[in-house]
């Protein structure tokens, strides 16, 4: 099982990101999956998560700003972020189902 997430960077607050997270080892469509993330002296933190049927959720920090989707096709999984604060500052993890397996992470910076 293979997670790579992509996509990172340092951003002015307000701006958008859009993470990618491309996965191997496994049948991706028959998993729900997530993104956590996990910010620099904090335990890591749910953020959101698509199911099987396409059904997403999220948390209350994210609500209206974040957009999760996937590409079954692709095998990759998105997390598009707006209107970024930088409270939103921390390594986002690509995880599959249970929290079974997670990425290697990539960093997001969001400073002015």
């Known amino acids: 099982v293979h997670l790579v997430e992509s996509g990172g960077g340092m951003v002015l607050p307000g701006g958008s990101l859009r993470l990618s997270c491309t996965a191997s080892?496994?049948?991706?469509?028959?998993?729900?999956m997530s993104w956590v993330r996990q910010a620099p002296g904090k335990g890591p933190e749910w953020v959101s998560a698509?199911?099987?049927?396409?059904?997403?959720y999220y948390a209350d920090s994210v609500q209206g700003r974040f957009t999760i989707s996937r590409d079954n096709a692709k095998n990759t999984l998105y997390l598009q972020m707006n209107s970024l604060k930088s409270e939103d500052t921390a390594l986002y993890y690509c995880?599959?189902?249970?929290?079974?397996?997670w990425g290697q992470g990539t960093q997001v910076t969001v400073s002015s």
């Open positions: 698509i199911n099987t049927g396409d059904n997403t």
């Open positions: 995880v599959r189902g249970i929290h079974d397996f």
């Open positions: 080892g496994f049948t991706f469509s028959i998993y729900d």
